[in-house]
């Protein structure tokens, strides 16, 4: 007969396991997305490659608001270096720490000590740090923190329902990410010559695979003859691709369901009925048809809906809960201990 | 000093203070010289580089206390010096019965006060020392708590002087904090100093996240078999904040923040993802004025509201009680060995400091007069804030002491300066005696029960008193030998 008592998972926690999930896959990303774009920067147009990188986090005006302008630079340092911007790697960071600060009751030594020296690297990136051939060293680093942080995650975290949390915050994340990724070849330029078109088309392609660690697997399955719906199918349709948008989706709907079958959360409905629409969404219409109609706006579209899906989530689990105003701060630290 | 130690640590001086690593006691046996020893063995560079190690070690688990400055926060380590302090089992065993002496008085003195208040009809105490203190709380009158439990975790901090003997320089009834670092200093140097510890039999510092939980459990109300015990935070930005993760986990129960508790038909519960769940236990790191805005600071943003009402209608614990700040005053304080000797008919184990009271008249002359002797504190501070050193302090300095004092004598006492003992300790010349004192940390539910050893805390700085975190302060691990070492030590 089992004794141990089921200890319930505070809202707050909750919360905090789906957001640091969040923020350290967004961290992973965004060095994904610079990695990728290092390779799509071609001679005499290194600004428009490195802009796109603004344009498909919809930071227009944050960057703007940040004093930076539009060259190669400034937007890697945005991205990079700059912990007043909220979509930075430091901020994102930050924000996973913080909410592994409120976290550590529930965590494992090993995640916090790691998370803990990450970020303390990622505070000490310097400009030099984004120059020339160490840039893509860093973005390696970078990936390999978060990597160390999951892998870690995923041998000491206990698999209570905080775990489910966490794991919803990432899936939705690396969904959001994923359209993002594909989202950049919208920004791309091409050159004007047929053969040299279809070259550098190519190219991109390949390089957004690489970015989204899928290249090898796509070889193994794809046609002979290269499609472009073909990318496209594999980052958004694939259910074997770790990071496509449909594999992301179905691992959302099984934690979903097993909050609902193993920890009683009835109220999962409205998230659960959101996310059967984002996977119809995902697979109901033909890729030739989307990619001739606007493969932006559609991504545009799966972005909308995972937005609402986690506020979907948050309405009903962290619903009752609600941070105290900044001016609470000053109360906690003049609670003096003896 | 004894010859090995002569012999190994020619420079090392300890002057006219007791020295916890070199004074002959009766039970000590060998235990010192093996330590000197092996210290030798491992030699400076080494004990210098091992001990840089687990500083850095210290940092990345975050076993840090935050110092805001401006608008900066930065995580702190408390400096650890790996040369631990040793008690004997006949020391402890004193210090563990003089701890309970006292804790046990603490608790009849609340139950009193809070009740028919005899001690001050019967004129023990002023009254107004007691009704007339900012931490006496009128809404806990007549409110009698489970098994008469106010001080559920009570931290007393010890001194030695110069001929050894200990004394009692403070009691804190209130949130004392530090228990952490008794565990985790005991951690570090099994992990770091193995080699140090080797066969030498020491009480264990483990236990006492389980004791803590079953002490929360036995004042919990109703018969619950499994009652709901919270720990109350400030939360992240709070400097002890590691220690109420260190508590929450050791205890295994919910950190919880004011914002996840609410108060619905005088009983509290947590907000969790399935709803509300009812809590029984809460063990606070919060001050009483930010508990309940309903009954104290309107303006809190930490507490409950309503947690006092659920309170006193008996539906939940509050660990330590609301209003034991009366019993931790300095005030107070001066009273404590006649408290003790009118509840239990007892001489106190262990003796307080000689106190002076300013609000006395005779205290306040004698105080004033031997200003540049004394070492004078105000009352309702804690942390060492607003001691005056006299002997170390200039002229100008006694100057303002003096005129702080006469505007508002009520709010001093002073105390003859102590030389506080030291222990061989690492620093950038080699080892040198630091001063320290002792923290133990009492829980009580239905019993008292005390963790071996304590928070042995140590001035870092050359010939300085002051021992606190918040002043540069480090600490030691405290071995509190399991045995009683035959007449070794010769010396």
Same mark, same amino acid.
């Given at each position: 007969m089992n004794h141990m008592r089921d200890p %319930?998972?505070?809202? !707050?926690?909750?919360? %905090?396991?789906?957001?640091?999930?969040?923020?350290?896959? !967004?961290?992973?990303?965004?060095?994904?997305?610079?990695?990728?774009?290092?390779?799509?920067?071609?001679?005499?147009?290194?600004?428009?490659?490195?802009?796109?990188?603004?344009?498909?986090?919809?930071?227009?005006?944050?960057?703007?608001? !940040? %004093?930076?302008?539009?060259?190669?630079?400034?937007?890697?340092?945005?991205y990079l270096l700059d912990k007043g911007n909220s979509t930075s790697i430091p901020a994102c960071l930050e924000g996973a720490r913080t909410n592994a600060r409120t976290l550590r009751p529930l965590m494992s030594t090993e995640m916090w000590r790691q998370i803990n020296m990450f970020h303390r690297f990622v505070s000490r990136i310097t400009p030099e740090n984004l120059e020339g051939d160490a840039l893509s060293r860093l973005c390696t680093k970078i990936k390999e923190g978060v990597q160390a942080h999951t892998g870690i995650t995923q041998g000491t975290l206990h698999r209570d329902q905080g775990w489910y949390f966490y794991e919803l915050g990432r899936y939705i994340e690396r969904a959001d990410q994923t359209t993002r990724m594909l989202d950049i070849k919208y920004t791309a330029l091409l050159p004007r010559g047929k053969e040299e078109k279809r070259v550098a088309e190519l190219t991109q392609w390949n390089a957004i695979l690489r970015a989204a660690a899928g290249y090898h697997a796509f070889k193994r399955q794809a046609r002979a003859q290269f499609a472009p719906e073909d990318v496209v199918h594999f980052l958004l349709r694939d259910p074997s691709s770790p990071r496509s948008a449909l594999l992301c989706i179905r691992r959302i709907e099984s934690h979903l369901d097993d909050l609902r079958r193993y920890y009683g959360l009835s109220t999962v409905a409205e998230a659960l009925e959101l996310s059967e629409m984002l996977r119809e969404l995902i697979l109901e219409k033909p890729l030739g048809h989307i990619l001739a109609t606007g493969l932006h706006e559609y991504l545009d579209l799966i972005q909308i809906h995972l937005h609402e899906l986690a506020g979907a989530v948050g309405r009903v689990f962290f619903r009752d809960?609600?941070?105290?105003?900044?001016?609470?701060?000053?109360?906690?630290?003049?609670?003096v201990s003896a | 000093m004894n010859e090995i130690f002569h012999n190994l640590w020619p420079e090392y001086d300890s002057?006219? +203070?007791?020295?916890?690593?070199?004074? /002959?006691?009766?039970?000590? #046996? /060998?235990?010192?010289?093996?330590?000197?020893?092996?210290?030798? *063995?491992?030699?400076?560079?080494?004990?210098?580089?091992?001990?840089?190690?687990?500083?850095?070690?210290?940092?990345?688990?975050?076993?840090? +206390? *935050?110092?805001?400055?401006?608008?900066?926060?930065?995580?702190?380590?408390?400096? +650890?010096?790996?040369?631990?302090?040793?008690?004997?089992?006949?020391?402890?065993?004193?210090?563990?019965?003089?701890?309970?002496?006292?804790?046990?008085?603490?608790? @009849? +003195?609340?139950?009193?006060?809070? #009740?028919?208040?005899?001690?001050?009809?019967?004129?023990?105490? /002023?009254?107004?020392?007691?009704?007339?203190?900012?931490?006496?709380r009128p809404e806990m009158k007549d409110f009698p708590v489970p098994h008469g439990t106010y001080l559920h975790v009570c931290g007393i901090d010890i001194i030695r002087d110069e001929k050894g003997d200990f004394r009692v320089l403070e009691d804190n009834a209130r949130t004392p904090s530090g228990v952490?670092?008794?565990?985790?200093?005991?951690? @570090?140097?099994?992990? *770091?100093?193995?080699?140090?510890?080797?066969?030498?039999?020491?009480?264990?510092?483990?236990?006492?996240?389980?004791?803590?939980?079953?002490?929360?459990?036995?004042?919990?109300?109703?018969?619950?078999?499994?009652?709901?015990?919270?720990?109350?935070?400030?939360?992240?930005y709070n400097s002890a904040y590691f220690e109420h993760v260190f508590l929450a986990r050791e205890m295994g129960v919910p950190l919880v923040v004011g914002a996840d508790l609410v108060v619905e038909k005088d009983r509290v519960f947590m907000r969790t993802t399935s709803g509300l769940k009812p809590v029984h236990t809460i063990y606070r790191r919060l001050n009483d004025d930010f508990l309940d805005p309903e009954v104290f600071r309107p303006d809190s943003m930490l507490g409950v509201p309503g947690l006092i009402r659920a309170w006193k209608k008996g539906n939940v614990a509050i660990a330590n009680a609301v209003g034991t700040g009366v019993a931790d005053d300095k005030a107070v304080y001066a009273y404590m060995p006649r408290i003790i000797k009118y509840y239990l008919g007892e001489e106190p184990l262990i003796q307080n400091v000689d106190t002076h009271i300013c609000r006395e008249e005779e205290g306040l002359n004698y105080t004033l007069a031997n200003l540049d002797k004394l070492v004078t504190k105000p009352v309702g501070e804690s942390g060492g804030y607003g001691i005056t050193i006299g002997p170390r302090a200039s002229k100008e300095e006694l100057e303002t002491v003096r005129e702080t004092i006469k505007a508002n004598p009520d709010n001093w006492i002073s105390q003859p300066m102590i030389g506080l003992s030291v222990g061989p300790t690492l620093a950038e010349d080699g080892i040198g005696p630091r001063h320290l004192d002792l923290r133990p940390f009492i829980i009580t539910g239905r019993d008292s029960w005390v963790l071996p050893g304590g928070l042995s805390r140590v001035a870092m700085k050359k010939g300085s008193l002051i021992v606190n975190s918040s002043q540069g302060g480090g600490s030691k691990d405290t071995w509190v030998l399991a045995e009683r070492y035959g007449q070794g030590g010769k010396s």
């Open positions: %319930g998972l505070l809202a !707050r926690d909750a919360e %905090g396991l789906f957001w640091m999930a969040r923020y350290l896959e !967004r961290v992973e990303n965004i060095a994904r997305l610079i990695d990728v774009t290092q390779s799509f920067e071609s001679p005499g147009f290194e600004t428009e490659a490195w802009y796109g990188l603004i344009r498909i986090n919809a930071d227009e005006a944050n960057f703007r608001e !940040r %004093g930076f302008s539009a060259d190669a630079v400034h937007v890697k340092r945005f809960w609600r941070p105290a105003p900044i001016s609470a701060q000053k109360q906690v630290q003049t609670q | 002057g006219r +203070f007791f020295c916890e690593l070199t004074a /002959p006691r009766p039970d000590v #046996g /060998p235990v010192p010289q093996w330590l000197a020893e092996r210290l030798q *063995t491992i030699g400076l560079e080494a004990l210098r580089s091992r001990a840089s190690a687990a500083e850095t070690d210290l940092i990345d688990l975050g076993v840090t +206390f *935050t110092v805001y400055s401006d608008a900066t926060a930065i995580d702190r380590i408390l400096p +650890f010096d790996c040369i631990p302090r040793i008690l004997t089992a006949s020391e402890w065993d004193l210090l563990e019965r003089a701890c309970i002496q006292r804790v046990q008085t603490l608790n @009849l +003195f609340l139950g009193d006060i809070y #009740g028919k208040g005899q001690v001050v009809k019967d004129g023990i105490i /002023p009254a107004e020392l007691v009704y007339g203190n900012s931490n006496y952490s670092y008794v565990i985790e200093n005991r951690h @570090l140097m099994l992990r *770091t100093f193995p080699d140090l510890m080797a066969g030498i039999k020491l009480k264990p510092v483990d236990d006492y996240g389980r004791r803590l939980r079953a002490a929360m459990a036995e004042v919990a109300p109703g018969d619950h078999a499994d009652p709901q015990v919270v720990l109350l935070s400030p939360g992240i």
